[in-house]
């Protein structure tokens, strides 16, 4: 069974930088997807960036693309999400998420997810 653990979030002033940590057990990484969404309250998920590990490449938001970067660390079992340039509109709930196929920035294609990590960037 997969298993997303996020962690990295925090506290940053506009024009900062902050690196996401998503501890992923019982996944295979030869193949299917792992994504980063943020969510505000009351708003929809927003999909940030994902890696397609069997193509091996990535898909950007329009938002993000230029600032945020999404890696893998198989090794350790980590997809990292580094976040650069920080604008407080970047305030959100961060979680990342799994899938077998390929990737895709909307969330309903996403049935594993973890319990994200809170990121606020203060102008």
């Known amino acids: 069974q997969v298993h997303l653990v996020e962690s990295g979030g925090g506290s940053v002033q506009a024009g900062g930088s902050l690196r996401l940590s998503c501890i992923v057990s019982?996944?295979?990484?030869?193949?299917?997807?792992m994504a980063w969404f943020r969510q505000l309250p009351a708003k929809e998920r927003e999909g940030v960036a994902a890696?397609?590990?069997?193509?091996?490449?990535?898909l950007y938001a329009d938002s993000v693309k230029g600032r945020f970067s999404i890696s893998q660390d198989t090794a350790n079992n980590i997809v990292y999400l580094q976040m650069t340039r920080l604008d407080p509109e970047d305030t959100a709930m961060y979680s990342c998420?799994?899938?077998?196929?390929?990737?895709?920035?909307?969330?309903?294609?996403?049935?594993?997810w973890g319990q994200g990590t809170l990121v606020t960037v203060s102008s």
């Open positions: 890696f397609d590990f069997g193509a091996g490449s990535t």
């Open positions: 998420a799994a899938r077998s196929g390929s990737c895709y920035l909307a969330a309903s294609w996403y049935v594993i």
């Open positions: 019982g996944y295979t990484y030869n193949s299917g997807c």
